[in-house]
């Protein structure tokens, strides 16, 4: 073994030091300071004189080596050389590296600010863990919802809103994507960044979970085959949340969770001990999907309910607000706003859902009542309207559908929702579905993914097809006119949103040139995931789904108000309640009809008038007109149809 020389060991002591950070590498530096002063002054010494005293030497040295300007001052040529030496390193040593290293020092200390890598000191504020395609909307969602947001402000004692979101990496350019959303703009600057995972301890505890009113769990998108599904970094989030809480001896805040298969609802339940409401991302879409498939045009309803911007809400009310009163009497009271239904409570702090509930029904504080409106406020009594005529709603009866033969639907695309989507076919055991389901993934891994779901095709006569649909040959075998019903589904397998979004409108106008060539036209379907594409294809006659959008609406305003998930899970879902859309000639509607009128025949039959979907487009480009003034006249034109809700 060769021995080590001085000179490397030297080196390595050095570099050790240096790595340890400024304050090492300052220390270093000022050991060279006192080396070089001390070697200076002993330079000096044998001139005598002023220098017979070595430490006035080593000082004089010194002050040569930070201070050029005493460089005037010295006498002699030998004294002269010394002092210029000692200057020139003082500019290299003293006035460079120094400089560099502070330099160094501030720049990174500014970057770990930016990174977000301090803990925030705040309570009641609303955290958001993770940064996916669906934050942006839901930021907006949170700063949009002006009435909800101030009644969650009141209740946790907090005079403004103050939003964190967790992120893998926090950059300027998640700020700049938030002033682009429309919604948001300049309050972007009001959102607090923090860097990290959902998964790590320490991530929490920067983002102060445990004094947060409410914690907002989305799902992360993984990549395709990692073991690492979304759902495990949910359970994972939960863990680390409640073992911090026991830790700190803190309480649980509340928590929306969002979720992809719904198998895994008891593990969530049985991961968090606190209160914690699960949004079940995929099933939300695919029941969506489906509904639209049942009852066509629905998806515009969905578009105004469950996104941000203009249009009606679903709203819960406390029952302390209207205590005493009949259903009946409060809709009289309501003159802007739908009573839809009540939320009675049940066992296991559960709601019992109870829309379209009879006009007598008479509300109590612990109930919650449910109500279409335009805006918060018109949820409550308004002094200077005038009261509405009371309608007594008869007895809701079951409606007996119509069309149940067989529904060929062709599914073109996949992602991780068409498993959730055959379930959701599957679930309506009185309707006769036959499901093709092509895409250019192997047949096999396709599969093992339906099998890994639990899912029998079987019981919606499915097939697996392998073929493109961006090939055109392709797309005209599959004959897609044959079908009453054609979705595109949105790729999560593809880089990112405007790609997979890139493919699925490529696709559809593929599929409208094929369209243009058939007698007969199937409904179509497409999901989108990236809310700026929303607006490329204006005028197209398809229905489309902006998922991450309606996601985010419903993890926010469940945030918010936490009895809205079992309502949206009612509504959207077989059996209960639902919207319908029906022929006006079915019901004995006079010449001339305004919207209270229709609201009074509509209930004699046990049925809620929520609008109508006009034939022809308005300037906008919009079919549905929902809760219209009440005193404003229907003037129903050919191929209109009323939207109500009834029991199914």
Not at 465 to 475: F, H, I
Request: net charge negative.
């Amino acid at each position: 073994m060769l021995p080590f020389r001085v000179v490397d060991r030297v080196k390595f002591i050095v570099e050790r030091q240096l790595v340890k950070g400024a304050g090492f590498q300052l220390l270093v530096v000022g050991i060279f300071i006192g080396l070089i002063s001390l070697i200076g002054g002993m330079l000096v010494v044998p001139q005598g004189g002023e220098f017979e005293d070595a430490g006035s030497a080593i000082w004089w040295a010194f002050l040569r080596l930070t201070d050029p300007g005493y460089l005037g001052d010295d006498v002699g040529t030998w004294q002269r050389i010394v002092s210029t030496l000692l200057t020139v390193s003082g500019y290299v040593v003293f006035m460079g590296t120094l400089v560099a290293i502070l330099t160094r020092w501030l720049i990174a200390k500014m970057q770990d600010l930016e990174r977000g890598l301090t803990p925030v000191t705040l309570k009641n504020h609303i955290v958001v863990l993770g940064w996916t395609p669906q934050t942006p909307p839901l930021v907006a969602e949170l700063f949009g919802s002006s009435g909800r947001m101030q009644r969650f402000l009141e209740k946790h004692d907090a005079q403004k809103l103050r939003l964190v979101v967790l992120s893998e990496e926090a950059s300027a350019g998640q700020v700049h994507e938030l002033i682009n959303e429309p919604g948001v703009g300049r309050r972007a600057r009001e959102v607090i960044f923090r860097s990290g995972t959902a998964i790590q301890p320490e991530a929490l505890h920067r983002v102060a979970c445990l004094d947060a009113a409410a914690v907002i769990v989305p799902s992360q998108v993984q990549d395709a085959g990692s073991l690492l599904t979304s759902d495990v970094g949910t359970v994972k989030a939960l863990l680390s949340i409640a073992a911090e809480a026991r830790h700190l001896r803190g309480s649980l805040p509340f928590v929306v969770a969002e979720i992809q298969d719904m198998r895994k609802l008891q593990v969530i339940e049985r991961a968090y001990p606190g209160a914690v409401e699960v949004v079940a991302g995929d099933a939300t879409i695919s029941r969506l999907m489906v509904q639209n498939v049942l009852h066509p045009n629905l998806s515009e309803v969905y578009n105004e309910l469950l996104t941000a911007g203009e249009g009606n809400e679903i709203y819960v009310r406390g029952g302390e607000t209207a205590e005493g009163l009949t259903l009946g009497e409060l809709a009289s009271q309501r003159p802007h706003a739908i009573v839809l239904g009540l939320l009675h409570p049940g066992a296991e702090h559960r709601w019992q859902v109870d829309l379209m509930a009879p006009s007598d029904t008479v509300i109590r504080p612990e109930d919650r009542i449910v109500l279409l409106a335009r805006d918060y406020a018109h949820t409550g009594p308004d002094l200077k309207a005038e009261a509405l005529v009371r309608i007594e709603r008869a007895a809701a009866v079951p409606s007996v559908r119509t069309g149940s033969g067989l529904h060929r639907v062709l599914v073109l695309g996949w992602n991780r929702r068409a498993t959730s989507l055959a379930s959701e076919f599957a679930s309506y055991r009185d309707r006769r579905f036959e499901l093709d389901l092509v895409s250019a993934i192997p047949l096999e891994e396709r599969q093992r993914e339906i099998a890994r779901y639990g899912i029998d095709l079987a019981s919606v006569n499915g097939r697996l097809l392998e073929a493109d649909y961006m090939v055109d040959e392709d797309l005209r075998k599959l004959d897609p006119a044959s079908y009453h019903t054609v979705m595109l589904l949105s790729s999560d397998r593809i880089g990112s949103g405007e790609e997979a979004d890139a493919r699925a409108m490529v696709g559809y106008l593929q599929l409208e040139e094929i369209l243009a060539e058939s007698s007969s036209r199937p409904q179509v379907i497409m999901e989108l995931s990236d809310p700026d594409n929303r607006h490329l294809l204006y005028g197209h006659k398809s229905e489309m789904l902006i998922s991450p959008m309606i996601l985010s609406h419903v993890l926010a305003q469940v945030a918010l108000r936490r009895e809205l998930r079992v309502v949206l899970d009612e509504l959207f879902t077989v059996g209960g309640a639902e919207i319908q859309f029906r022929d006006p000639a079915d019901y004995p509607l006079p010449a001339s009809t305004d919207f209270r009128l229709l609201e009074k025949i509509v209930a004699d039959r046990g049925e809620i008038a929520l609008g109508l979907f006009r034939a022809a487009p308005d300037e906008r480009g919009r079919h549905l007109t929902m809760n219209p003034p009440r005193k404003q006249y229907l003037d129903l034109q050919a191929g209109d149809r009323l939207m109500v809700m009834s029991k199914t």
